[in-house]
């Protein structure tokens, strides 16, 4: 195995996943309570799609993709100073490059906002196109917060990375509190507070990655270096693929647009309540994973690359096949507890359920899908994943028409037909992997699906009765929101860990037993 343990960084990668999207909820909670759900909202959302495409493109996905691999092969088998002209030359063409496209971004705002949003007219329109101006710059940041973040990974430091969500959604709480009463249109606080955390991340991660003189920072003008044109050519395709997936959730939002005020804001908080179990294992699992996958097929030890892919696959599915059914048990009230307040009526909870539940469908094909592109990547193949994605997004917009239009099935239909679009591309993605590769103990996978599928079931047979309380429907009662919806979770986290212990799922067996030693220890 590696030198550093995929489980061990991942965990602390989850922690802090987890307080970033609890603050992350904070932060829709606030939107909710302050703004409601209406054209406003529907405006603030579409601008900031944008900058929070960017963010996963970059920050999640293309920039790591392309950085690191050269990044930890600069770090680990060359000399100091090759490794800073490295860096300093991909910093400065980023910077050219990012600071261009803002520029093109401000100029062109009131055609991104028509290609986006093809239903905003009038002033929601002019509101859209000023919000989505005023953020902007914010990829300028991210784009130069990423870099330092793939100067940390590729020395194999992941915490601060972790936390750099948690500071954007704390300055976009604060901002939307503090702010909002001194702005005719009170949903300009909140672009402020994206722009504001924006330099903040950048200031942090550039502060750490600096620090340990990971990189002394300096401008190189070097374009024609043979390994940042080989970066970017792979953050061409890299960000192709993962392009793809966002161009799916910008598909729906658009459609979204022409439907009825609200509906983009549900299909957003949909996507954010999506994102919290996504993002505590899945994306934890497939950060860490992506250096040493790396380096054992850069070393040729293939069997010990398929290992590692099968245990992040397992792991995984371990995590997101019980939180798929608790949330699917739990839709309702979670809705309800995290956003029923204020501006944000029982009416807003139950038209916005069914495109939770429809999304949550797809929750272990995002999950596999996080993982089985990072093995693509590690072996340079960035173009197959692409192409698969290209067809997924295909079976998304077909089915998403038709779901529309001939089966008038609202948001909750757009929902549905990424949740088939997903499913497709990660089965795909599987079978081109397993021809790539051969076989990554694919029985095992598949063996731990099915028993875990089996105890989550049980699990949501045990607490779906919570679904039907009538206290979701009534504002206020956190107290007793709480006790029902946190005492249905424990319920359903004890139920499935008894069954999937007595169907002796490898994953559960770790778990028992690392307590037992972290037990013995204390």
Not at 77 to 96: N, V
Not at 443 to 456: E, M, N, P
Request: aromatic share 14%; charged share 15%.
């Amino acid at each position: 195995m590696a030198d550093y343990s995929i489980t061990k960084k991942a965990g602390v990668v989850s922690l802090l996943t987890v307080v970033s999207r609890i603050s992350g909820f904070f932060r829709d909670a606030t939107i909710s309570h302050i703004f409601g759900a209406g054209w406003l909202t529907d405006a603030f959302m579409i601008a900031f799609t944008i900058p929070n495409m960017f963010r996963r493109l970059l920050a999640e996905g293309a920039l790591s993709i392309a950085f690191v691999p050269v990044f930890s092969k600069y770090s680990a088998t060359r000399s100091r100073e090759d490794y800073q002209e490295l860096l300093s030359s991909t910093l400065s063409l980023l910077s050219l490059i990012t600071g261009v496209v803002v520029l093109i971004g401000i100029v062109f705002s009131p055609q991104i906002i028509r290609l986006f949003a093809p239903g905003f007219e009038n002033q929601q329109f002019e509101l859209a196109v000023f919000l989505n101006r005023l953020m902007f710059p914010y990829l300028f940041f991210i784009s130069l917060t990423s870099f330092f973040i793939g100067v940390l990974y590729s020395k194999k430091s992941f915490a601060v990375p972790a936390t750099s969500q948690i500071e954007l959604n704390l300055v976009m709480i604060l901002c939307a509190v503090l702010l909002y009463r001194f702005f005719n249109m009170r949903i300009v606080s909140l672009a402020i507070g994206v722009l504001t955390g924006g330099f903040l991340q950048l200031l942090t991660q550039a502060y750490y990655g600096t620090k340990q003189k990971y990189y002394i920072p300096s401008l190189r003008w070097n374009p024609s270096h043979p390994d940042v044109k080989k970066m970017m050519k792979l953050m061409l395709p890299a960000t192709a693929g993962i392009a793809i997936y966002q161009i799916n959730l910008m598909v729906s939002r658009a459609l979204a647009s022409l439907i009825e005020d609200g509906t983009v804001t549900y299909i957003y908080l949909s996507d954010r309540i999506f994102e919290l179990p996504l993002g505590i294992f899945a994306v934890a699992i497939a950060t860490v994973s992506l250096p040493a996958l790396s380096e054992y097929y850069a070393k040729s030890e293939i069997d010990n690359f398929r290992k590692t892919i099968s245990k992040s696959l397992r792991s995984t599915m371990f995590i997101s096949i019980p939180a798929m059914f608790g949330v699917l048990a739990l839709n309702l009230p979670i809705i309800s507890f995290l956003f029923q307040h204020g501006k944000f009526t029982y009416e807003n909870t139950v038209s916005c359920a069914p495109i939770v539940f429809n999304a949550m469908l797809g929750l272990f094909a995002v999950s596999g899908t996080r993982i089985s592109v990072q093995a693509f990547y590690a072996t340079g193949d960035i173009k197959s994943p692409v192409w698969i994605a290209f067809f997924a997004f295909i079976v998304n917009l077909i089915f998403s028409l038709m779901f529309i239009y001939i089966f008038h099935l609202g948001g909750g239909g757009l929902t549905m037909a990424n949740t088939i679009s997903n499913i497709f591309n990660f089965l795909i993605l599987s079978i081109v992997l397993f021809k790539k590769i051969g076989d990554y103990e694919i029985r095992r996978i598949l063996t731990t699906i099915v028993k875990t599928t089996i105890a989550s079931s049980v699990m949501f047979l045990s607490i779906f009765w919570a679904s039907g309380l009538k206290v979701w429907s009534t504002a206020g009662n956190y107290h007793i929101k709480t006790l029902y919806l946190f005492g249905a979770i424990f319920l359903g986290m004890l139920i499935f860990s008894i069954t999937a212990y007595l169907l002796k799922i490898e994953e559960m067996r770790y778990s028992v037993e690392a307590l037992k030693k972290r037990f013995n220890k204390h």
